[in-house]
């Protein structure tokens, strides 16, 4: 069958439109792990989505398609807890790895990593992601049911642990035994339920507030995760944003600041030290991993990037301050 084709019968298994009738669809651009469509339905637009066995990067990047089966499990846990944190489930088969939610106008909801990348920083934003991030891991964290419906510690590690982390170490020898580390104590780590892929791409800044999108990789494990992944992105940020490169540091003491105000299921401090370990390798696996962020195209910024985090990585921080004041002193 044709990509339409496809997407018609999924439409209609899922009920969402009847025998015969074929709606205006066109593919959305932006991820490298799903098709995903806008379709023009009688009762308005709704998004599509179907997950990718092999991933659109220039490295060979199998993924398991399951992991559909938890983010949509993720948009019903996380609906119950902050429902204006997400778009609404629409309809789903969890067995066939397809969803619909709905259309979020991108007029009144712009993606986070546009308005950075252009310069529009705003640590009020950085700080409410913070806050809704720490409610959904503390609400999860006190639910018996999460351990069991997210049984999905071999898929986050194929498509984080792996990608990331071990791949890093695979082109930093020096570094690996470090790096393998971090990739233990996360895996080993249970604490809350986890987004996997809490990036300005997969937030919306909308008229309520940020909204989480793309939770493919949800997983019942370490919150410092998403803490650490998120702030990541604010630091790579300042090397094309060297103008707000001040804003985007003070967006990351926002988020972590409010984040960790809100962590009530462990000391507090706890955590902060698990992130503080896991941002260097984060860091260093955007540059040489499997999926290096597209916007760091210069030599000089890419060994600014190692040199950091191999710094931390040897000697690792107690605090994200720390990796703020050292990284704000390469900048200048």
Request: proline share 7%.
């Amino acid at each position: 069958m044709t990509g339409l084709a496809t997407l018609y019968a999924d439409l209609r298994h899922l009920g969402l439109i009847q025998k015969g009738v074929e709606p205006t669809a066109q593919p959305l651009a932006g991820g490298v792990s799903s098709d995903i469509w806008k379709v023009e339905l009688a009762a308005g637009p709704i998004v599509f989505k179907r997950a990718l066995a092999k991933l659109k990067v220039a490295q060979d990047w199998q993924a398991p398609v399951d992991r559909s089966r938890f983010e949509i499990r993720w948009l019903r846990a996380v609906a119950q807890v902050l429902p204006e944190a997400v778009p609404q489930l629409i309809a789903a088969d969890e067995d066939r790895g397809i969803f619909a939610i709905a259309y979020l106008d991108p007029q009144k909801y712009v993606l986070w990593k546009q308005q950075l990348l252009t310069g529009y920083v705003q640590p009020a934003t950085a700080a409410e992601v913070g806050r809704r991030l720490a409610i959904i891991h503390q609400a999860t964290a006190s639910d018996p049911a999460m351990p069991g419906l997210f049984p999905s510690d071999s898929i986050f590690h194929e498509i984080r642990l792996a990608p990331y982390l071990e791949a890093a170490a695979s082109r930093h020898p020096d570094l690996s035994q470090a790096l393998r580390q971090l990739v233990a104590v996360t895996a080993g780590t249970k604490r809350a339920l986890v987004h996997g892929d809490v990036s300005p791409k997969n937030i919306l800044v909308g008229p309520s507030g940020p909204v989480f999108l793309d939770a493919e990789c949800a997983w019942f494990g370490d919150p410092a995760f998403d803490l650490a992944f998120c702030l990541n992105h604010l630091l790579l940020k300042c090397l094309v944003r060297p103008a707000e490169k001040g804003l985007l540091l003070d967006s990351f003491l926002a988020l972590a600041g409010h984040y960790l105000d809100g962590v009530k299921w462990e000391l507090p401090s706890a955590l902060e030290v698990r992130a503080a370990h896991l941002l260097p390798g984060l860091m260093l696996a955007r540059i040489d991993g499997k999926s290096p962020v597209e916007y760091i195209t210069e030599n000089g910024a890419r060994r600014s990037v190692r040199r950091v985090a191999s710094q931390f990585l040897a000697a690792p921080p107690a605090a994200l301050g720390l990796i703020v004041e050292e990284w704000g002193g390469e900048l200048r």
